[in-house]
């Protein structure tokens, strides 16, 4: 079955230093790999996406995140955090647009 | 870009009583639209698949009598939640796929209170 594991709740990081946020998941053959944001009243955002080939993968806001099959997980990593940042960052995996998320963690940004 | 929107953002109702959840999207054809479940610090659990003109296909667990979804436009879907209890409070969050670019769009989500 499908599922996907975000281990951190909640981080929090100060403003320009880099983030990595962590995602794993269990799927029966290669997956499609999603990330999204959600800031408050906003709908889910997508940051990036994997689904085949190059395994880092670029995205939007200087985002970026690695598929790495042999520890089943696609960490999501920004070198250098705005305030803006902060919001809620889902990890998602399935097909094309049948997804299950993680649970999602919360980014608290530091002045 | 693309928008998709939700009406109400957010409602709150007697138990028993019946809340209609609107989801547009604005600027795009939608033949497919997704509703989610979002519960305070959990993850989103799709509910039910919609698609326009036909019946929706629900997740296991879902009651499709308690979650009517009816999508009879390419531009709106809606989730109606019927008899509402207490424990159908929750955060529903809709997404439309755009037909000719094949890529998915969030709405922001409606906070469901039931009383």
């Known amino acids: 079955a499908q599922s996907v594991t975000q281990p951190d709740i909640h981080i929090t990081v100060s403003e320009g230093a880099s983030l990595e946020l962590r995602c794993n998941y269990s799927?029966?053959?290669?997956?499609?790999l999603f990330w999204y944001v959600q800031s408050p009243g906003q709908g889910l955002q997508l940051l990036l996406k994997?689904?085949?080939?190059?395994?880092l993968v670029q995205g939007i806001k200087g985002f970026e995140a690695e598929f790495k099959r042999s520890q089943s997980s696609f960490n999501l990593r920004k070198p250098s955090v705005h305030w803006s940042d902060a919001a809620e960052y889902f990890c998602?995996?399935?097909?094309?647009?049948?997804?299950?998320f993680g649970a999602g963690t919360r980014l608290t940004v530091k002045p | 870009g693309a928008v998709v929107s939700q009406h109400p953002s957010w409602v709150i109702c007697k138990s028993g009583t019946s809340v209609k959840i609107e989801c547009r999207s604005l600027?795009?054809?939608?033949?497919?639209m997704f509703w989610y479940r979002q519960f305070p610090k959990q993850s989103l659990m799709l509910m039910a698949t919609?698609?326009?003109?036909?019946?929706?296909?629900?997740e296991q667990g879902v009651e499709k009598d308690k979650f009517l979804i009816n999508h009879a436009s390419l531009t709106l879907s809606t989730l109606t939640v019927t008899s509402a209890h207490p424990e159908d409070s929750s955060f529903y969050i809709c997404?439309?796929?755009?037909?000719?670019?094949?890529?998915?769009?969030f709405g922001p989500g409606t906070r469901l209170t039931v009383l």
């Open positions: 997404s439309a796929v755009a037909e000719l670019t094949d890529t998915q769009y």
């Open positions: 799927y029966g053959a290669t997956p499609y």
């Open positions: 994997y689904f085949s080939g190059d395994t």
């Open positions: 998602a995996v399935g097909e094309t647009h049948d997804m299950r």
């Open positions: 600027d795009f054809q939608a033949t497919t």
């Open positions: 919609s698609n326009e003109g036909s019946k929706a296909t629900y």
